[in-house]
């Protein structure tokens, strides 16, 4: 995915920068434009690794309350 575009699913994205940094991992939630890079601007790109629900869309745990342990 390129800045700009719009992350269709929460989850873990591989950054790839142009030249000035290794790879590595954001979290990036659902609706999120994907950003430009303030050295490499457009030239970076996000790789989808792991996505994920958000856990108020999911029916079974939604109406859970999470303050018990």
């Known amino acids: 995915m ?3 575009m ?3 699913k929460s989850g873990l994205y591989r950054v790839y920068h142009y030249k000035h940094r290794l790879p590595h991992e954001v979290f990036i939630p659902a609706g999120i434009v994907f ?3 303030k050295k490499c ?3 970076v790109q996000f790789a989808p690794l792991l996505a994920g ?5 999911d029916d079974d745990l939604a109406a859970a309350d999470s303050s018990a342990a």
Request: aromatic residues 0%; positive net charge; proline residues 12%.
């Open 35 to 37: 950003p430009k890079c």
């Open 2 to 4: 390129k800045p700009g």
């Open 53 to 57: 629900e958000d856990l108020s869309q």
């Open 41 to 43: 601007a457009d030239k």
């Open 6 to 8: 719009k992350a269709l």
